[in-house]
């Protein structure tokens, strides 16, 4: 008779065992479903466009950005892809190679590098002396990673280049 119940108390021991693990399961499956309920999406403004020739058939472009967290904790930026388009024309397509840290609250400045050929710039060439305010288009994803996991962010950018 005690070895029965000596045997029901350790079965019962593995099953409360086991249902704490399995609804600790399912509140961490349930917090990365509210991620992104949570999580503030990270905004991303262009300051800048620096041109430096390369060659006499290419230049590089480095989009120097203003990266924003809204959040109340630190994001990272794990990876980032871009396309800028001036007066609605694609010039180049951009890739950030290294994660950067992105503080709570706070805004900060990344560089992303473009390579383009200077036969894609022709038309916005001249429309670059001509105009002061030239407008553009930065779109691109986003993937951010903080204490929630790993969320990818497409966005869109439209704004004035002068």
Same mark, same amino acid.
């Given at each position: 008779?005690?070895?029965?119940?000596?045997?029901?108390?350790?079965?019962?021991?593995?099953?409360?065992?086991?249902?704490?693990?399995?609804?600790?399961?399912?509140?961490?499956?349930?917090?990365? =479903?509210?991620?992104?309920?949570?999580?503030?999406?990270?905004?991303?403004? @262009?300051? !800048?466009? /620096? *041109?430096? &020739?390369?060659?006499?058939?290419?230049?590089?472009?480095?989009?120097?950005?203003?990266?924003?967290?809204?959040?109340?904790?630190?994001?990272?930026?794990?990876?980032?892809?871009? =396309?800028?388009?001036?007066?609605?024309?694609?010039?180049?397509?951009?890739? @950030?190679? !290294?994660? /950067? *840290?992105? &503080?709570?609250?706070?805004?900060?400045?990344?560089?992303?590098?473009?390579?383009?050929?200077?036969?894609?710039?022709?038309?916005?060439?001249?429309?670059?002396?001509?105009?002061?305010?030239?407008?553009?288009?930065?779109?691109?994803?986003?993937?951010?990673?903080?204490?929630?996991?790993?969320?990818?962010?497409?966005?869109?950018?439209?704004?004035?280049?002068?």
């Amino acid at each position: 008779m005690k070895n029965k119940l000596i045997s029901t108390a350790i079965k019962s021991r593995k099953v409360r065992f086991r249902c704490g693990i399995l609804l600790l399961f399912a509140f961490s499956i349930c917090l990365m =479903s509210c991620a992104q309920l949570l999580l503030q999406k990270p905004s991303f403004a @262009l300051r !800048k466009v /620096i *041109l430096s &020739p390369v060659s006499f058939t290419e230049s590089n472009l480095l989009l120097d950005l203003d990266a924003q967290n809204p959040n109340l904790f630190n994001l990272t930026l794990k990876s980032f892809e871009c =396309s800028i388009y001036l007066k609605n024309e694609e010039i180049g397509n951009g890739r @950030l190679e !290294k994660e /950067i *840290l992105i &503080p709570s609250v706070s805004t900060t400045r990344i560089q992303v590098p473009l390579n383009v050929k200077y036969k894609d710039l022709r038309g916005i060439l001249k429309v670059l002396f001509a105009e002061r305010d030239l407008p553009y288009k930065l779109e691109g994803n986003a993937n951010v990673s903080s204490v929630f996991g790993s969320i990818n962010f497409p966005f869109s950018k439209e704004g004035q280049i002068d």
